[in-house]
C-alpha cells in the first residue's frame, strides 16, 4: 500500500499536508528562537527514516543526504565529499570528515552500511527498504513470499574505513549518485546505539541534518527542533522551528488565516482563494510529480492506442489548469515532471494537444466508442471539479454520449477497484519522483516490477526494459539523461497512459515568511528566510 499511496496521492488533493517527514534529538543550541517557524504537517508515524511514510517534512530537516542537486541540474554533495564509479557498478562513497549526529557521535560509513542492511532485510518490515533494491544481495534479505531470507547483510556493501565505503549494483546505474539525495529517506545513516534498540531511540532521535529535536516527539503534538551548532553543512537560515501535526489542510489553512502558524501546503483547487487571502504569500513551489489517467489494459474497449490518445487530445489541459488550478500546475507534454533533469518538453506531440475535432476523428478511425464511460477518482480527496471537467470534455469533444465521473467511497476502493480490473474507463493516477531523475517516473510507471506499474494498468513493454538498461548504463551521466528521452519515446509510441499534469507544491505562508525553496519537492527548511531577516 505504500507504493500505491505515493502513486495516487496529488497536489490536487485536499491530502495536501502528506508531504511531511521525520525527526532526530537534542541539539547543544540552548538559544532557540522565543518564536520559532510553525510548520503545518501530517502527523508523523515512525521517525526512523526508513520507516517513515508520513514523517517526510520532518526527517529532510533532521537528516542530512549524501548528494543533492543544484538549480542547474547538477549534482553537488551534501554529507559525501564524492560518489564515483569508473563502471556505474561498483561505486566508491567517501564522506565529508567532521560529520557528527546530534549527539556529537562522528558519522561512519559503518553507520551507513549497518543502517543500510537493517533497512533492507526484509524481516524488519522498513517501509523504504526497496530503496536499496539495486544493491547485490537485496533479493537474498527479500526472498520471495513464503521463503527465508539466506542472509542478513547485502553482499554488495563494503566499508573500506571510517569515512569510505563501496556499493556494488546488480547492474550499472549512472542515476546512482542521484539517488542518495533527500527524498530517499531510507538511506539516511543512524547511529549504531540506534540500530542496538530503536524503541528507545525514537523516544529521543537523533539525525546528521541541520535541525534537531529539543525533546522528544508526539505524533499529535508540536514538535520543537532548533538549529544544530555543530552541524557541518550550510548553517540554516532560521534557528528554530516548531513542526505542528494536522489531521487535515482545512485546519491548517484557518490557523494560518490567523498566523497560528506560519507554513501550509494547500491542494491546487484552494488556489485561488489563497491569491485572495495570502497575496504575495502564495508559493507554487517545482514538484517531481506527474498526474496521469491509467487504463484497464486488459479492457479489450481500450487495447488500441488510438483510443487511448483520442481521448487525450479531447482534455483542455490549459483550460482545466486555468478554472480548476488557477494555472497553478504545468499541463504534460512528456511522462515525467517539466522541473525534472533533462525532461524532453514537447516529446508527447499532438497527442498532448487540445484538438476536439483530431481527436473525435482518431476515436472513428480506432472503430469508436460504444457503451458507458466512467472517469474513475477518489471521493473526498478534493478531486470532484476535475474529474467533471475531464468527463465533460470527453462527452463533448468525443461525442460519447454517456460519459461520468465516478468516485469511489475512499483510497482502499478505489485501488480495490482497479486492481480487480472493474474500472469502465480510465482512472485517476500519480507519481511522485523519489530523486530528481526521469529514471524514478519511468522504471517506477512503465515496467513490470515497478512500484507505481499500478497506475499504468500493469503496462510493460521488452523494447521499454532494454532501452532503460541501456541509458542506465551509459558512459556519462549525460548520455544516460539523454538515453531516458528515448525511453520516452518508445512508451509513448504504445500511449499506455494519458499524461495530465506536471506537479506544482502549493503553500501558503504568514508574513513572517519572506522567501521559501524547496528541496525534493518539499520545503527546504534550511533556505527559509523570515521577514525580519530579508
Not at 352 to 367: N, S, T, V
Request: hydrophobic share 40%.
Amino acid at each position: 500500500m505504500h507504493s500505491t499511496a505515493r502513486l495516487m496521492i496529488a497536489a490536487s488533493a485536499v491530502l495536501a499536508l502528506s508531504l511531511a517527514g521525520c525527526s532526530a534529538s537534542t541539539s547543544d543550541t540552548d538559544d532557540a528562537e522565543v518564536d520559532p517557524i510553525r510548520f503545518a504537517v501530517e502527523q508523523p508515524d515512525s521517525l526512523v527514516p526508513g520507516n517513515q511514510f508520513t514523517s517526510y517534512n520532518i526527517v529532510i530537516a533532521m537528516f542530512s543526504p549524501l548528494t543533492a542537486i543544484d538549480d542547474e541540474g547538477e549534482i553537488t554533495y551534501v554529507a559525501a565529499e564524492s560518489v564515483e564509479s569508473d563502471d556505474a557498478t561498483l561505486w566508491t562513497v567517501t564522506l565529508r570528515d567532521g560529520w557528527t549526529f546530534h549527539d556529537g557521535t562522528p558519522v561512519t560509513a559503518q553507520d551507513y552500511v549497518d543502517t543500510w542492511n537493517y533497512a533492507a532485510y526484509g524481516p524488519n518490515g522498513w517501509v523504504n527498504g526497496a530503496q536499496l533494491a539495486g544493491v547485490v544481495g537485496y533479493a537474498d534479505l527479500n526472498p520471495a513470499e513464503g521463503a527465508e531470507p539466506t542472509a542478513s547483510e547485502l553482499a554488495g556493501l563494503t566499508v573500506v574505513d571510517d569515512l569510505t565505503f563501496t556499493v556494488e549494483l546488480d547492474a550499472p546505474d549512472r542515476q546512482f549518485p542521484l539517488q542518495l539525495t533527500a527524498g530517499q529517506t531510507g538511506l539516511y545513516p543512524l547511529p549504531s546505539a540506534a540500530l542496538d534498540d530503536l524503541e528507545a531511540w525514537e523516544e529521543a532521535p537523533v539525525g546528521n541534518g541541520p535541525f534537531a529535536l529539543v525533546d522528544g516527539w508526539s505524533p499529535t503534538d508540536p514538535i520543537e527542533a532548533v538549529a544544530y551548532d555543530d552541524y557541518a553543512g550550510t548553517e540554516p537560515n532560521i534557528s528554530a522551528v516548531t513542526f505542528v501535526p494536522y489531521l487535515d489542510t482545512a485546519t491548517a489553512y484557518t490557523d494560518a488565516l490567523a498566523d497560528e502558524v506560519d507554513i501550509v501546503a494547500i491542494a491546487g483547487a484552494q488556489v485561488a482563494q489563497a491569491r485572495t487571502d495570502f497575496g504575495e504569500h502564495v508559493y507554487e513551489l517545482d514538484a517531481p510529480g506527474v498526474d496521469f489517467l491509467g487504463f484497464d489494459l486488459t479492457d479489450p474497449r481500450f487495447a488500441d492506442p488510438r483510443i487511448r490518445q483520442a481521448i487525450s487530445m479531447a482534455i483542455d489541459r490549459d483550460a482545466i489548469n486555468d478554472a480548476i488550478f488557477g494555472g497553478s500546475q504545468v499541463p504534460a507534454t512528456s511522462l515525467t515532471a517539466p522541473s525534472m533533469p533533462g525532461d524532453p518538453e514537447g516529446v508527447c506531440g499532438e497527442y498532448c494537444e487540445f484538438d476536439p475535432e483530431a481527436a473525435k476523428a482518431l476515436l472513428e478511425e480506432a472503430g469508436g466508442f460504444e457503451g458507458e464511460l466512467d472517469v474513475h477518482y477518489i471521493a473526498n480527496w478534493g478531486q470532484e471539479d476535475l474529474f467533471g471537467a475531464i468527463a465533460n470534455q470527453l462527452r463533448q469533444n468525443l461525442g460519447i454520449e454517456s460519459v461520468v465521473a465516478t468516485p469511489s467511497v475512499d483510497f482502499a476502493a478505489f485501488v480495490d477497484s482497479v486492481t480487480a480490473h472493474e474500472t469502465n474507463g480510465p482512472f485517476r493516477a500519480r507519481w511522485g519522483a523519489l530523486y530528481p531523475s526521469q529514471q524514478n517516473t519511468l522504471t517506477a510507471v512503465y515496467t513490470a516490477t515497478g512500484e507505481g506499474n499500478f497506475g499504468a494498468g500493469g503496462y510493460s513493454n521488452p523494447e521499454v526494459d532494454a532501452l532503460i538498461q541501456e541509458a542506465n548504463a551509459a558512459d556519462t551521466f549525460e548520455e544516460s539523461s539523454e538515453g531516458y528521452v528515448k525511453v520516452q519515446e518508445r512508451i509513448l509510441e504504445d500511449f499506455p497512459t494519458v499524461p495530465l499534469f506536471g506537479n506544482r507544491y502549493l503553500y501558503v505562508t504568514s508574513d513572517r515568511i519572506a522567501e521559501l525553496y524547496t528541496v525534493s519537492g518539499s520545503v527546504d527548511l534550511s533556505k527559509v528566510v523570515t521577514a525580519a531577516a530579508s
